[in-house]
């Protein structure tokens, strides 16, 4: 990212972030962009991870139960190379 685009994105408000992130992910997808490429060579990890804490898409999962517990299901096999 550029550093002019950089600076006037850290002069927006918190709310005017989060909307310019679900907007950007809005064309990403509208576009069809291949989440690869993008992860690979646009976005960080870090970016990524905060993009989906902040972003409002998973919130509805702090409603949501318990369902599983790490005692549920059986042990993983997984195949020896």
């Known amino acids: ?18 909307e310019m992130e679900r907007f950007a992910a809005y064309l990403l997808l509208r576009r069809k962009i291949a989440a690869e490429q993008v992860l690979a ?11 989906a804490m902040q972003g409002g898409g998973f ?12 005692e549920d299901g059986e042990p993983v096999q997984w195949p020896q190379k």
């Open 1 to 18: 990212m550029s550093k002019s685009l950089e600076k006037i994105l850290a002069a927006l408000s918190y709310d005017e972030q989060l």
């Open 59 to 70: 919130d509805w999962l702090a409603q949501e139960p318990d369902t599983y517990s790490i």
């Open 41 to 51: 060579d646009d976005v960080s990890s870090a970016e990524l991870m905060r993009l």
